[in-house]
């Protein structure tokens, strides 16, 4: 079986995962509008509000009675926005209900008997990839909006959006050594997955 050491180290990997995905809901830096000088001005868009430096203040974001929602309406892209980023917020809440879910069963997994371990890893192999193809999802859905949506011209993707890329692929280069660990840890006498 594989060492505490092993468990220990995939627990503290995917808590660095989780961490960045959590902060992915709670900081407002998914898409970012910044003015020219001399009157700077920032605008950034979060998966569930807006904070602008113009107003000094932050509102829910999107919302149809602010217009958020009308940007494209007479345009021939093909892009929902208010749609898309609601799907994109509850994806990402989703992964993040998941991620509990992984921490939890790397806890029972580390604590529980031998018989228990195989079997263990498998679901929670299987759950980090539920994991990061949610955030994946989500990313995708806000680098269509900005790309495409008429009201984020001149916004760039913000911090935000790359501490989602960063999460899932630290999830699943865990996921992947644990595959390979799996696979050649027979060799030094460590079984994780039968």
Known sequence: MPTRNAYIGTISIFAVAFGLQVATLFVPKWVQYESPSPHYTEVNYGLFQRCSTLTDDCRRFPQGDWGDCDHD???????KLCLEWRVAAGTAVASSIVGLWILAG???????????????????LGLIGVFAGLQIVSMALVAHVTHTSSMFVYNKLG????????????????????????????????????
């Open 73 to 79: 309406k007479n345009s021939d892209r093909w892009v």
């Open 106 to 124: 790397l806890g029972t997994v580390l604590y529980t008997g031998q018989r228990f371990h195989a079997q263990g890893w498998k679901h929670i």
């Open 159 to 194: 911090l935000s959006f790359f501490l989602n890329i960063g999460s899932w692929a630290l999830g699943a280069v865990l996921a992947l050594g644990v595959i390979l660990y799996a696979k050649y840890g027979r060799q030094g006498g460590h079984i994780a997955l039968e």
